[in-house]
């Protein structure tokens, strides 16, 4: 059974760098055939899907976020990253990683963690 | 701002069937896949649904999923108090983006 666990602080001053790291469990990352995803969820809404990598290191973000997203991978430690600059009150949100399936029109996640709350705040 | 609509909130009785609409367009369902998710209070999203109409293990056939043209529909049948929660479908876009949909609230009354 895959498991995932972000980790990472949970309060952030306004214009620095958020960084959370996913831990991965039950299945190597390297194994290939899955993408990994950051999504996120402001508080009391719905879901906002970050961007993924493979573990080759291939990337693909939200256009949205895309100049504030660097999504890296560590194989070695079966675990993928976040980091997110320049962050606001905006950015404050409940963090999940995700299992993704990606193949030509389909695209889902199948296993996330349990989440992270990240707060912006001075 | 999603660009795929649903329902704020839908409800029935126990044992009652609700249904959860997901209208997009042909840039983003009308030519994808669509996969749903269950968010119980305070937990993670779960996958309900994927490829339109496919459970993954572990899903009990009471969910359905289902997809015509530009739109995709999530059916629920025998509703059970277990199963009050956050619903939301997803797909890809062209713009080119993963998308939510608003995301449902369904209430067992």
């Known amino acids: 059974q895959v498991q995932l666990q972000e980790s990472g602080p949970g309060l952030v001053k306004p214009s620095q760098t958020l960084s959370l790291t996913c831990t991965v469990s039950?299945?190597?990352?390297?194994?290939?055939?899955?993408?990994w995803s950051w999504i996120r969820q402001h508080p009391g809404k719905g879901l906002e899907w970050i961007g993924y990598?493979?573990?080759?290191?291939?990337?693909y973000y939200n256009p949205s976020l895309k100049s504030r997203v660097t999504i890296s991978v560590d194989t070695s430690k079966n675990q993928f990253s976040l980091k997110l600059s320049s962050v606001t009150a905006a950015d404050t949100a409940v963090y999940y990683c995700?299992?993704?399936?990606?193949?030509?029109?389909?695209?889902?996640?199948?296993?996330w963690g349990q989440g992270t709350l990240v707060t912006v705040s001075s | 701002q999603s660009v795929l609509t649903q329902p704020p909130s839908v409800s029935a009785a126990p044992g009652q069937k609700v249904t959860i609409s997901c209208s997009g367009s042909?840039?983003?369902?009308?030519?994808?896949?669509v996969s749903w998710y269950q968010q119980l209070p305070g937990t993670a999203p779960k996958l309900l649904i994927y490829?339109?109409?496919k459970r993954p293990s572990g899903i009990p056939d009471r969910f359905s999923g289902s997809k015509s043209g530009t739109s995709a529909t999530l059916g629920i049948t025998g509703l059970q108090t277990g199963d009050e929660a956050d619903y939301y479908c997803g797909t890809w876009d062209s713009s080119p983006r993963y998308v939510f949909g608003t995301g449902t609230k369904v209430t067992v009354l």
């Open positions: 042909s840039s983003n369902i009308g030519n994808n896949y």
């Open positions: 990598i493979y573990y080759s290191g291939s990337t």
């Open positions: 039950g299945g190597s990352i390297s194994s290939g055939g899955y993408y």
């Open positions: 490829e339109n109409n």
């Open positions: 995700a299992r993704t399936y990606s193949d030509h029109l389909m695209y889902y996640f199948d296993y």
